[in-house]
């Protein structure tokens, strides 16, 4: 071998060794670096505080929620900016901040349907994007979510290809009212004085009044023929406000005469008064709520409300509530 091939030779050794080693350089450290047992998310525990934006996104259905800066409530912008539970953000954020790696899972795209990790190819809408965004609009994380197990999730960096299982659980619902404030009032019948009942059908109107130990309510203006069951068989119509919760929520629709039912005025012990104005749409029930100004501070006082805007919405009922809505007179007198 003449010396002149033997340098050219080492030449291309160290030539070769150089772009390999430039080539190990450039490569992500994610795969080289990354231990099981590691924090996911480093960014978060730092800056929780200011996190104002949550995005969800499974390629059917957004969900944003954002922060009031002048309060630090939260609420969600896909939704007429409705009130969110602050515990259940907070709770949402230290479990992603609580993430850890725990076992490698596929880096193979056409696998990722298995753990629902495919977004933005998933049909069914399992898979979901999760964004967490600054104050300054600029995203501190972003991941694709999937598939829960008892004490882990899988999910994904956005921008890299191996899927990981997790130790933590992480929730962040798909579903607007795993989210939202659902309690509207909580009037306790101890508060009730008087309920005045009209209906859009033939049946009438009718009246309640608590009698004096503030026990029964008693129906008002009875002619002789007319003989209640019992003694209690109104009480049930003074827990219609008592732990009044929602199914969905909208913004307040007035065009409703068409399809009013009932209208249902609370007198309170205090003075205040509520008016719910219950109307149907699409099958289901629907109440607009409305307290007067005064009405509405002193309920507050007694921390009995949960929403400060209740009579900008229109409300769908639960089913727990029709009994109240559907009752006539005749269903609590005496059959002649």
């Known amino acids: 071998m003449s010396n002149k091939y033997f340098i050219y030779l080492i030449i291309s050794t160290i030539l070769l060794f150089v772009l390999a080693f430039i080539s190990f350089l450039i490569q992500p450290r994610y795969e080289t670096f990354l231990k099981t047992g ?32 002048d309060n630090d409530n939260w609420y969600m912008s896909t939704k007429s900016n409705y009130k969110v539970r602050n515990e259940v953000v907070r709770k949402n954020l230290i479990q992603i901040s609580e993430l850890r790696f725990f076992e490698k899972k ?5 696998l990722y349907s298995r753990l629902d990790l495919d977004y933005p ?48 659980i992480l929730e962040m619902s798909k579903f607007e009212k795993d989210w ?37 309510l008693l129906i008002d203006n009875l002619n002789k023929d007319q003989i209640p069951k019992s003694d209690l068989i109104a009480n049930f119509l003074g827990y219609f406000f008592t732990n009044l919760v929602f199914d969905d929520v909208v913004k307040r629709e007035e065009n409703i005469d068409n399809n009013l039912s009932i209208k249902i005025n609370f ?30 501070e002193e309920i507050k006082k007694n921390n009995k409300i949960y929403v400060n805007d209740v009579n900008q919405w ?15 007179l005749k269903d609590l007198l005496v059959e002649e």
Do not use: C, H
């Open 180 to 216: 939202l404030e659902t309690k509207i009032m909580d009037i306790s019948y101890e508060n009730i004085k008087k309920i005045l009942i009209n209906r859009s059908d033939n049946d009438g109107s009718f009246s309640l009044t608590k009698d004096e130990k503030n026990e029964n």
């Open 267 to 296: 007198e309170l012990k205090n003075g205040s008064r509520i008016t719910g104005v219950i109307f149907t749409k699409n099958k289901n029930k629907w109440i607009n709520i409305n307290i007067d100004g005064t009405s509405i």
């Open 121 to 168: 190819n998933d049909e069914d809408g399992d898979s979901k994007l999760i964004t967490l965004k600054n104050n300054n609009n600029k995203p501190l994380v972003q991941f694709i979510l999937g598939k829960k197990k008892k004490d882990g999730v899988y999910l994904k960096k956005i921008n890299d290809k191996q899927t990981w299982l997790t130790t933590g």
């Open 314 to 328: 229109s409300y769908m009922i639960p089913s727990t509530k029709y009994s109240v809505i559907d009752t006539k």
């Open 106 to 110: 596929t880096s193979e795209e056409f």
């Open 38 to 69: 590691e924090i996911i998310f480093n960014n978060i525990n730092d800056n929780i505080n200011e996190i104002e934006e949550i995005n969800i996104d499974n390629n059917k259905k957004k969900i944003l929620i954002v922060k009031d800066k």
